[in-house]
């Protein structure tokens, strides 16, 4: 059921988000140099790894690692990337995902290919097995600004209490954390 939902949803939102999706597009274009995507590899259900796009926010010669790791993330930004992140309209592009199947709405987020830290854990506690998500309890109780065993223990709860209403629940308040732009450290 909750494939059906997903998929039925991430048709809506696309046909939905379509004239803002071709904005933001044009938009990066503009704005710098380079693609307006940005595909990453990223860990997926039982680690699998698949391509991940998001509109770029970063400046093309950024090294591919959590933003957290680099010296100073504001300083790699698009002059749109700021806006981008904060609002999250740089995640649009995952609707794709979520229509593919390599993805959620709900979910733990996917990890970078190269976050041994966090990848190791969450095969350690079994998140693995569960597909990465747009969004998730993580997400809404903290975003960038969690340390990863917190991160973990967070998609530790998620996997005890997941469910339609849990699902429906992430997705409103990730709608109030966006609206608000709270829990985007850069």
Request: glycine share 6%.
């Amino acid at each position: 059921m909750k494939r059906v939902f997903d998929f039925i949803l991430a048709l809506l939102a696309s046909f939905l988000l379509l004239v803002p999706i071709v904005l933001v597009a044009i938009l990066v274009k503009l704005t710098s140099k380079g693609p307006a995507l940005y595909w990453s590899d990223r860990v997926g259900k039982h680690n699998a790894i698949f391509k991940m796009p998001k509109f770029r926010s970063m400046k093309t010669d950024t090294p591919a690692v959590a933003t957290h790791l680099l010296p100073d993330p504001k300083s790699v930004l698009t002059p749109i990337g700021g806006f981008l992140r904060k609002s999250s309209l740089d995640e649009l592009p995952q609707l794709c995902c979520i229509l593919k199947g390599d993805m959620s709405f709900v979910g733990p987020r996917p990890a970078l290919f190269n976050q041994d830290d966090l990848i190791t854990l969450r095969t350690e506690k079994g998140i693995e097995k569960l597909m990465p998500g747009l969004t998730g309890w993580a997400q809404v109780n903290g975003r960038d600004e969690l340390p990863i065993p917190q991160k973990v223990a967070l998609d530790i709860e998620y996997a005890a209490k997941q469910g339609f209403l849990f699902d429906i629940k992430i997705l409103w308040l990730t709608f109030l954390k966006v609206i608000n732009r709270d829990g985007v450290s850069h």
